[in-house]
């Protein structure tokens, strides 16, 4: 048994058992692939995959089983790489950060700003993507912190702390007539073409259900991922938008105009997380507290061994 024995075996179920797809990201041959899948079986004495002729349909009771222990292992062989870099070199290395665009673009800037200053030698490498695909990637290690504000609850791997609450706002152009309505219902607003979010981004369920909690069907005419693209469509007339409302900058925005929405759509959280079991050098706490301050690496070790903490607000 070997190391690339176990990443094939990884690597097969994150690509859907597709050995072309497994060989081409490990940069190796699918024979080569497809004959280390079979030594290690042959090893262990047990078959890992389900089988129809010479394609893998998924993985067997015991394949499963195994999987879980070979997951354990990359981690904790990726956690010895880093245990080494940090006493080696306590300033310098890298840190990989996943958030949604939200997060990243209204969220993060000072903070990381701060970062560079205290820590110049590390190197950050920032994803943006959906909060699925943000998941996945802490997940998988290809991540050392993820933030979003949905998924990050869902998955068992994951240890996820509140980072802050945030409402949602309703921008307009100036003129329209919801600016003379001191205090508009959902009602009024869904008299309106409407563009936010796409669904399962930036507190989509929250605008959803509050919708249908008041029986209406909005006239949602264009979604998108990004606040800045929703603003765009709403300054050239399209409709009326639901946005972030820490999105909303008046010297910017200055076309747009803010309506308070706070008391229309229940509050979101974003939350920070990190991989449990993973390794984080020391810059990492560094960068959460900064984000998220009383979240040191010792109250988060503490949290982790006392789940009832968790949700603990470090609202800032």
Known sequence: MNFQQLR????????????????????????GVSKHIKDLEDELGVEIFVRRGKRLLGL??????????????LLDAQ????????????????????ATHTQ?????????????????????????????????LLTTGDADLAIASECLTDIPEIAAFPFY????AVIVRRGHPLVKIRNPTLADIAEYPIITYQEG???????DHAFAEAELVPDVVLSAVDADVIKTYVDIGLGIGIIAS????????????????SGLFAPNTARLAIRRGAYLRSYAYA?????????????????????????????I
């Open 246 to 261: 820490m999105a909303y900058h008046p010297e910017r925005d200055d076309n747009l105009a803010r309506i308070d929405a």
């Open 165 to 168: 609450t945030w409402r949602h």
């Open 104 to 136: 990243a673009r209204y969220a993060l800037p000072e903070a990381i700003k701060e970062f560079r200053a205290d820590y110049p030698k590390v190197r950050l490498f920032l994803h943006q993507g959906s909060p699925r695909e943000i998941a996945e």
């Open 287 to 315: 960068l959460i507290e900064k984000l998220v301050p009383g979240l040191s690496e010792q109250r988060i070790g503490e949290i982790l061994r006392n789940e009832s903490l968790a949700d603990q607000d470090f609202s």
């Open 8 to 31: 094939i075996l990884r690597e097969t179920v994150r690509q859907d058992f597709n050995l072309t797809t497994v060989a081409n990201t490990l940069f190796t041959s699918q024979p």
């Open 79 to 98: 956690n010895v790489r880093h245990i080494a870099e940090h006493f080696s070199s306590r300033e310098s290395g890298h840190l990989v950060i996943a």
């Open 201 to 207: 981004f930036t507190g989509r369920h929250n605008i």
């Open 60 to 73: 067997t009771e015991p394949g499963r089983e195994v999987l879980g222990v070979v997951e354990r292992i």
